[in-house]
């Protein structure tokens, strides 16, 4: 199955910026909910943000990234984003994104179970 590419982690500083990227080589994400995971070494994967297809406008946050991270897709790239400002060190993980297998649903949005297809991920450190 097609899968997703993640790009955009790296090492930063406290306090710095990062933005990901989330692309589907093959296939447009226009029509599917698009949700942002991380997982940290010894810790299971939480959902960190999601975002409707194109049909909505609506977006989701966890309460730990919310004010500094935000969600976002370009049509034209075929891509959606997680902008990620005032990186803290427990932001700390590799960084999933994942096609959702039902319709966008708040409720949903930090469940592993209701997405099919995931990508391979990225790192980001965030380290004095």
């Known amino acids: 199955q097609v899968q997703l590419v993640e790009s955009g982690g790296g090492s930063v500083q406290p306090g710095t910026s990062l933005t990901l990227s989330c692309t589907a080589p093959?296939?447009?994400?226009?029509?599917?909910?698009i949700g942002w995971f991380r997982q940290a070494p010894g810790k299971e994967r939480e959902g960190v943000s999601c975002?409707?297809?194109?049909?909505?406008?609506?977006?989701y946050y966890v309460d730990s990234v919310k004010g500094r991270f935000t969600i976002s897709r370009d049509t034209a790239k075929n891509t959606v984003y997680l902008q990620m400002r005032n990186l803290k060190p427990e932001d700390t993980a590799v960084y999933y994104c994942?096609?959702?297998?039902?319709?966008?649903?708040?409720?949903?949005?930090?469940?592993?179970?209701?997405?099919?297809?995931w990508g391979q991920g990225t790192q980001v450190t965030v380290s004095s």
């Open positions: 093959g296939f447009t994400l226009d029509y599917y909910a």
């Open positions: 994942a096609t959702m297998k039902v319709y966008y649903n708040e409720n949903l949005c930090t469940r592993t179970d209701f997405y099919d297809r």
């Open positions: 975002i409707s297809s194109v049909r909505d406008d609506n977006m």
